[in-house]
């Protein structure tokens, strides 16, 4: 359940890459909540017509481990994430 302390991580389209990223979050023993939801077809374009995006969210106090774990993804996977800074 997402509450008050989770923000959001990031956001991918792709599955292939939405898994390379849950793996390098449980790696590091990050807790994080996946959630895929619906792209309206009028939107898909801005989403490189994918119709559906996940998107992954943390506990706001373990967004600098998180982050450090997705830096060390592979440029091709890291690059296809729509990542969120606050």
């Not at 923000?7 to 807790?31: F, P, Q, W, Y």
């Not at 792209?39 to 600098?64: D, L, M, Q, T």
Request: glycine residues 4%; proline residues 1%; charged residues 30%.
């Amino acid at each position: 359940m997402i509450n008050d302390y989770s923000v959001e991580l990031c956001r991918a389209v792709n599955e292939h890459v939405s898994r390379r990223t849950k793996d390098a979050l449980m790696a590091d023993g990050i807790s994080f909540q996946e959630e895929w939801r619906y792209v309206p077809i009028w939107k898909r374009g801005s989403h490189n017509g994918a119709s559906k995006v996940c998107i992954f969210f943390i506990n706001r106090n373990e967004y600098s481990r998180a982050r450090k774990s997705i830096d060390c993804l592979d440029k091709i996977y890291k690059t296809r994430l729509v990542l969120n800074y606050i």
